[in-house]
Every structure is written in structure tokens, then in C-alpha cells.
């Protein structure tokens, strides 16, 4: 029998990420919250990787199923109809909608396309990130290669970037 391929985590650059996220979070006495698709929690476990976590992670929601986005996250059903899961409103509405209903102060999401191969259209790597906060909401769009993991690990990345660049914004 051949062992279960070991989860996509994250690399250092995103562990830094967490750990400054977590700094910046305690520091402001705020907190977060996540809404992720494709990464399917990675983003959540680097942050709670960090010790002192607990104090201003709020929680995750892996919704993975479109419908979920919709029911747990209040995405408008209406935007999923006409652009699928896949697009910057969804990733925008996920960050606000998880922020809303798990009580952060900021909210933060992932959404795309991990692979093998294409999914609603979109090719493999299409990726749409958002962060949700006091002073508005930032997102980001991205086309990244690799296999699976390379795209799952720098969405991690990435958001967490988009995260500490809110943080840092809201701070000054």
C-alpha cells in the first residue's frame, strides 16, 4: 500500500506571513476570520500554527461546494448564477460575508482553481483572493503555475500578503 501524499502546507514565507499577521492582529487587539475554497483550510492552519493564535483567530469556513458559499458565507446566490465560484465579487463577498457571521474584524478568502485541469472555464492557476476590514476591502486576481500544491501554498501566500498589507494600511 503506498502512503497518502502529505497536504500542501505552507512554506516559510508564508509562516513569516502568519506570524507577522498574528503580531500586527494582537497588537491592534482585532481579529480574523477566513473563507476559503481552494485551499481547503491551509490558510487557517498557518495561522494557527502561530502560538498565540487563539487570542485573535476567529475561525475558519471551508466552503469547498458552491452552494456553501451561498448558505454559510451569504454570497448572493444571483452572483454565484452569473459568474460562478470563481471571480472577485465571490472572493470579495466571501471576506465580507465571514468577517459578518464569525464577529472579526477582518475577513479574509481564497477562491480558484487548484487543478489538475480547468473548473467552470477557468483555467487551472486562476485564483481571486480578498481581505475584508475597518477600512474597506482589497483584493486580488492571479494567474499562478505549478501542480496543485504550488498553486494551493502560494494562495496561502498570497492572501496572507494581502492580509499583513491591510494590517499595515489600518495601522498607520
Known amino acids: 500500500m503506498t502512503p497518502a ?13 502568519a506570524r507577522e499577521a498574528i503580531g500586527l492582529l494582537t497588537a491592534a487587539g482585532q481579529t480574523v476570520a477566513v ?31 458552491t452552494e456553501l458559499k451561498s448558505e454559510l ?3 448572493p446566490p444571483g452572483l454565484l448564477a452569473r459568474h460562478g465560484a470563481v471571480h472577485p465579487e465571490v472572493a470579495a463577498a466571501m471576506a465580507s460575508g465571514v468577517r459578518q457571521r464569525l464577529g472579526a474584524t477582518y475577513g479574509a478568502a481564497t477562491t480558484g482553481v487548484a487543478g489538475p485541469g480547468p473548473a467552470e472555464g477557468k483555467p487551472q492557476g486562476t485564483v481571486f ?24 501554498g502560494e494562495s496561502v501566500r498570497c492572501v496572507l500578503s ?11
Open 5 to 17: 501524499a502529505e497536504p500542501a502546507l505552507p512554506g516559510d514565507h508564508a509562516a513569516q506571513l
Open 35 to 65: 473563507a476559503e475554497s481552494l485551499t481547503g483550510g491551509l490558510v487557517t492552519a498557518a495561522l494557527t500554527s502561530v502560538p498565540g493564535a487563539s487570542a485573535v483567530v476567529r475561525g475558519g469556513v471551508v466552503a469547498y461546494a
Open 73 to 75: 458565507l451569504g454570497v
Open 129 to 152: 483572493l480578498a481581505v475584508d476590514g475597518p477600512a474597506g476591502a482589497a483584493g486580488a486576481g492571479l494567474r499562478l503555475t505549478g501542480d496543485r500544491g504550488q498553486v494551493r
Open 162 to 172: 494581502l492580509l499583513v498589507s491591510a494590517l499595515r494600511e489600518d495601522d498607520s
